[in-house]
């Protein structure tokens, strides 16, 4: 009965950080998509002479890139905070 609990914890434990590692990773795709597209919006206002909109649209994609970060920032303090510190591991985490 305890091995059986203890491989169900194990399990568990597995997919939880499974799960966490992929939000991460889906994350950083984003703060990456999001640079390259003000990139590329920056370039065809530029390319067509409106200096302005350029400006605008590196603005903007910078803001949508700063978003996205202060979403993976926010996801890493919570993987934090649920650390378990009971371990080495963990305390060093902390």
């Known amino acids: 009965m305890a091995k059986q609990i203890v491989n169900e914890m194990a399990t568990n434990l597995t997919l939880d950080s499974n799960s966490a590692s992929q939000a991460l990773k889906e ?3 984003e703060v990456k998509n999001s640079s390259a597209e003000a990139k590329i919006l920056e370039n065809q ?3 067509s002479g409106d200096a ?4 605008k649209a590196k603005y903007e994609g910078l803001q949508s890139t700063l978003e996205a970060q202060k979403t993976k920032i926010e996801a890493l303090k919570s993987g934090l905070d649920n650390v378990n510190t009971s371990t080495k591991k963990g305390q ?3």
Do not use: C, E, F
Not at 52 to 55: F, N
């Open 27 to 29: 994350l950083t795709r």
């Open 45 to 47: 206002y530029k390319a």
């Open 52 to 55: 302005v909109s350029s400006s």
């Open 92 to 94: 060093d985490l902390q």
